[in-house]
T-cell receptor
Framework: QKEVEQDPGPLSVPEGAIVSLNCTYSNSAFQYFMWYRQYSRKGPELLMYTYSSGNKEDGRFTAQVDKSSKYISLFIRDSQPSDSATYLC???????????FGTGTRLTIIP | DVKVTQSSRYLVKRTGEKVFLECVQDMDHENMFWYRQDPGLGLRLIYF???????EKGDIPEGYSVSREKKERFSLILESASTNQTSMYLC???????????FGQGTRLTVV
């Protein structure tokens, strides 16, 4: 079993829909959680960063962490064609414990 | 804004060549990382460095080495390039160890 599981998709939704992207993990020591957006042939761009449990909102994006269920989510409201990309989750326990990445979910927003 | 700059976007090299991939960050981060990204395998850590002149092996260091002579610069070296090293190479830096990492634009290396 992988330490971080992420559905690879592809996921296609119509423009304006709410998108939900998810990762599950097995290591209860993880306390730093990140979401990255990666456009084709580009490097990952940090979208959201949260520490421990709870919600964080930034514009159309909301990150949720549920440590009791070992489950994190990224919600995108009013999705736009420019949101079409691969979304990677990443997490770590901090300190010398390296970042662990999901394999990414490919998202397409259909105009 | 954090900027991590990789010296090349695309490279084509021949088998057996020595290849240098350069990465520079402008945010005075102590921590720097090299990953490769392959379809279906995700991001894999090659080497990392928590300080100047310091380096640690990641998950897949075989066939690679690194150099960190200055805080802002972290170089990845392929000693003798092979076709199985064809990949997207990503450099990253972070202020705190193993948290918010900021990535460069990537170098797509093809070894022929």
């Amino acid at each position: 079993q992988k330490e971080v599981e992420q559905d690879p998709g592809p996921l296609s939704v119509p423009e304006g829909a709410i998108v939900s992207l998810n990762c599950t993990y097995s290591n209860s020591a993880f306390q730093y959680f990140m979401w990255y957006r990666q456009y084709s042939r580009k490097g990952p761009e940090l979208l959201m960063y949260t520490y421990s449990s709870g919600n964080k909102e930034d514009g159309r994006f909301t990150a949720q962490v549920d440590k009791s269920s070992k489950y994190i989510s990224l919600f995108i409201r009013d999705s736009q064609p420019s949101d079409s990309a691969t979304y990677l989750c990443a997490m770590s326990a901090g300190g010398n414990e390296k970042l662990t990445f999901g394999t990414g979910t490919r998202l397409t927003i259909i105009p | 804004d954090v900027k991590v700059t990789q010296s090349s976007r695309y490279l084509v090299k021949r088998t057996g060549e020595k290849v240098f991939l350069e990465c520079v960050q402008d945010m005075d981060h102590e921590n720097m990382f090299w990953y490769r990204q392959d379809p279906g395998l995700g991001l894999r850590l090659i080497y990392f460095s928590y300080d100047v002149k310091m380096k640690e092996k990641g998950d897949i260091p075989e066939g690679y080495s690194v150099s960190r002579e200055k805080k802002e610069r972290f170089s990845l070296i392929l000693e003798s390039a092979s076709t199985n090293q064809t990949s997207m190479y990503l450099c990253a830096s972070s202020f705190m160890k193993n948290t918010e990492a900021f990535f460069g634009q990537g170098t797509r290396l093809t070894v022929v």
